[in-house]
Nanobody
Framework: QVQLVESGGGSVQAGGSLRLSCAGS????????MAWFRQNTGKEREGVAV????????YADDSAKGRFTISRDNAKKILYLQMNSLKPEDTAMYYC???????????????????WGQGTQVTVSS
């Protein structure tokens, strides 16, 4: 079965950097649309960035676009999120997600994705 396992979360001070990884297994095509989401307790899950099988990217907003970089290694089926200039408001559980069948991405809504990892916690202190 499809499995997604995130890693790389942790605690950093504001202004610091983290690189999240998401390793996929249980499938052979490494070009599915994939994304990063984040969620805090009591809040809705929100999209951070999405990347198509061809490497095309989209970010949730200008703040994410200027500080975060989503990338992927299709051969290894690994998704990355490089996060720089972290702010306390970036604190959340970060999840990677994979589309069920699509290589191209339709957007950053959770309902577009059928497979999810268990999450990795990112905590940014001021």
């Amino acid at each position: 079965q499809v499995q997604l396992v995130e890693s790389g979360g942790g605690s950093v001070q504001a202004g610091g950097s983290l690189r999240l990884s998401c390793a996929g297994s249980g499938y052979t095509n490494g070009r599915y649309c994939m994304a990063w989401f984040r969620q805090n307790t009591g809040k809705e899950r929100e999209g951070v960035a999405v990347i198509g099988g061809d490497g095309s990217t989209m970010y949730a907003d200008d703040s994410a676009k200027g500080r975060f970089t989503i990338s992927r290694d299709n051969a290894k089926k690994i998704l990355y999120l490089q996060m720089n200039s972290l702010k306390p408001e970036d604190t959340a559980m970060y999840y990677c997600a994979r589309a069920r069948v699509s290589i191209s991405c339709s957007g950053l809504r959770p309902e577009y994705f059928g497979y999810w990892g268990q999450g990795t916690q990112v905590t940014v202190s001021s």
